[in-house]
T-cell receptor, first 115, second 112 residues
Framework: DADVTQTPRNRITKTGKRIMLECSQT?????MYWYRQDPGLGLQLIYY???????NKGEISDGYSVSRQAQAKFSLSLESAIPNQTALYFC??????????????FGPGTRLTVL | ELKVEQNPLFLSMQEGKNYTIYCNYS?????LYWYRQDPGKSLESLFV?????AVKQEGRLMASLDTKARLSTLHITTAVHDLSATYFC????????????FGAGTTVTVRA
């Protein structure tokens, strides 16, 4: 079984709809991240969380919100989806006990299309 | 703001030849990561480089880090088809902020 899972894997929705993307991990890591990937732009950080009570904005948080329901679960919400949020979304995890560095491990991704 | 620049962005390789991908970054850091992404797939960790002069090798891939020049290279030796993928470098910000800044990626196609 995959260590980092994302649901749904694909989603098509309409402008103005509320969407939630979910991420679960069995790696036992404390840090979790949400990124979006657009062609030619690499990955951009949306939000990150270093433990259940810690939520931080990344470089492109406008239009998004998150919830860390448990150490293993981190959800990303689009309150009112717009077409330019069409992208591939990745969840990632890392371990604060990994020796002082931050190697991140990625889920399979969610392809979101907003019409 | 930490900026990470990869070049080239696209690389067409001939099987059997050697090539290099470059990753430059704008501010001090001694932690750099290389990832591989196959089309439509997730990112897979390739190398973790944690100090100046670090060199890691796995099969036909070798990565190195020069923190003084703020440069990492990913060297591909004797290219083969199954190395076709997009390669990303990611740099961890200084001061233990634990965030990664990614380059735009280098899309590699290996042709016979």
């Amino acid at each position: 079984d995959a260590d980092v899972t994302q649901t749904p894997r694909n989603r098509i929705t309409k402008t103005g709809k509320r969407i939630m993307l979910e991420c679960s991990q069995t790696k036992g890591h404390d840090r979790m991240y949400w990124y979006r990937q657009d062609p030619g732009l690499g990955l951009q950080l949306i939000y990150y969380s270093f433990d259940v009570k810690d939520i931080n904005k990344g470089e492109i948080s406008d239009g998004y919100s998150v919830s860390r329901q448990a150490q293993a679960k981190f959800s990303l919400s689009l309150e009112s989806a717009i077409p330019n949020q069409t992208a591939l979304y990745f969840c990632a995890t890392s371990d604060s006990l990994a020796g002082g560095y931050n190697e991140q491990f990625f889920g399979p991704g969610t392809r979101l299309t907003v019409l | 703001e930490l900026k990470v620049e990869q070049n080239p962005l696209f690389l067409s390789m001939q099987e059997g030849k050697n090539y290099t991908i470059y990753c430059n970054y704008s501010t001090t850091s001694d932690r750099l990561y290389w990832y591989r992404q196959d089309p439509g797939k997730s990112l897979e960790s390739l190398f973790v480089l944690l100090s100046n002069g670090a060199v890691k090798q796995e099969g036909r891939l070798m990565a190195s880090l020069d923190t003084k020049a703020r440069l990492s290279t990913l060297h591909i030796t004797t290219a083969v088809h199954d190395l076709s993928a997009t390669y990303f470098c990611a740099v961890e910000g200084a001061g233990n902020d634990y965030k990664l800044s990614f380059g735009a990626g280098t899309t590699v196609t290996v042709r016979a």
